[in-house]
């Protein structure tokens, strides 16, 4: 019996451990910290910050191809028989050689803070029900001529009750949650999400007691502000442990009907608030996991099905914190 249960469980750790796969640098053989793992029906995963993720058969069996990405680094597709445990990704130089600094910020150069406040919102139903297979982003244009650095970012969140009946009142209890997002910064390419201002990989763990909204200082990256205005978005990773590991639990719902198994992606919290107090269409969402998906604004008859249009509700509130600098 004591045989049989060691050889069981030796059985099930050997599954286990061959189901991890790393994704490593070329050149400096690091790990890829959460690389986009796209299965190439609309679905997909990320890996971790030690860049491995969990895929074998028996959890997908119907994906037979990986499409694996990462900001900086060159597209890698693979078939998934006979599928390594680490997978390389090769850097893309030339990407990597666009984003310049073209402005030197000393540090005893004088500037004023200005503040553009996020928009909070505790209506449940005035949210975005966040899904790993769709990135936000929101555009702000440069209202200044003066050298502006990004110093912070405040992603507005809507906490949920644990109790229905008090969802109404700011000291009820809330239902816990710890979930990853990663940020992206872009320029801004004729009206849509273009090149990103920084390849720092940029996450932030957000929980029940961030209150309103979670504020991402980048005042070190020295961000500066194109002249055209910039995109900041935003992306859920997924849930993770208490220490902020991200956990390897699928990320989608398989739902059998009669015309066969559809699968519906998993509704992540925190909330996401949208407003109508901003001005125009500035909100764009990509489906991150449909490759080749391009940007589409998020309004009326763009291909969105979401009540929040009918609401006139369309952009997310991310607020700022900037640094204007007087001229030298």
Same mark, same amino acid.
């Given at each position: 019996m004591r045989y049989s249960l060691f050889f069981i469980l030796l059985v099930l750790c050997g599954a286990f451990c061959n189901s991890q796969i790393k994704i490593t640098d070329s050149t400096t053989k690091y790990p890829v910290s959460y690389a986009t793992v796209s299965f190439g029906n609309g679905q997909g995963i990320f890996a971790d910050d030690e860049g491995v993720f969990v895929f074998n058969k028996k959890l997908y069996p119907d994906v037979d191809s990986l499409f694996i990405s990462a900001l900086g680094y060159k597209n890698l597709n693979l078939s998934t028989e006979n599928l390594k445990t680490e997978l390389i990704l090769k850097p893309q130089i030339d990407k990597l050689d666009e984003v310049v600094i073209t402005t030197v910020i000393t540090k005893d150069r004088k500037f004023k803070t200005e503040e553009l406040k996020p928009y909070l919102d505790d209506d449940y139903y005035n949210c975005w029900l966040p899904t790993i297979e769709s990135e936000i982003a929101v555009f702000f244009p440069n209202e200044s001529d003066q050298t502006t650095r990004l110093e912070a970012i405040k992603f507005p969140i809507a906490l949920e009750s644990k109790d229905w009946n008090n969802r109404k009142k700011s000291n009820s $209890?809330?239902?816990?949650?710890?979930?990853?997002?990663?940020?992206?910064? /872009?320029?801004?390419? $004729?009206?849509?999400?273009? $090149?990103?201002?920084? /390849?720092e990989t940029l996450v932030f763990r957000s929980t029940e007691t961030d209150g309103d909204y979670h504020e991402l200082n980048v005042q070190d990256l020295d961000i500066i502000m194109p002249d055209n205005g910039m995109f900041v978005s935003l992306q859920v990773l997924g849930y993770t442990d208490k220490t902020g590991k991200l956990l390897p639990n699928k990320k989608y719902k398989e739902i059998k009907g009669r015309e066969g198994t559809v699968k519906i992606p998993t509704n992540f919290r925190p909330l996401l608030p949208f407003t109508d107090e901003m001005d125009g269409h500035r909100t764009f969402v990509k489906r991150v996991f449909i490759n080749g998906n391009a940007w589409l604004a998020f309004k009326p008859n763009n291909g969105f099905n979401s009540s929040l249009l009918k609401k006139e509700l369309f952009n997310y509130g991310i607020g700022l914190t900037l640094n204007r600098f007087k001229d030298e």
């Open positions: $209890d809330k239902k816990k949650f710890s979930t990853l997002f990663k940020v992206n910064i /872009y320029a801004n390419a $004729d009206g849509i999400p273009g $090149d990103v201002l920084t /390849y």
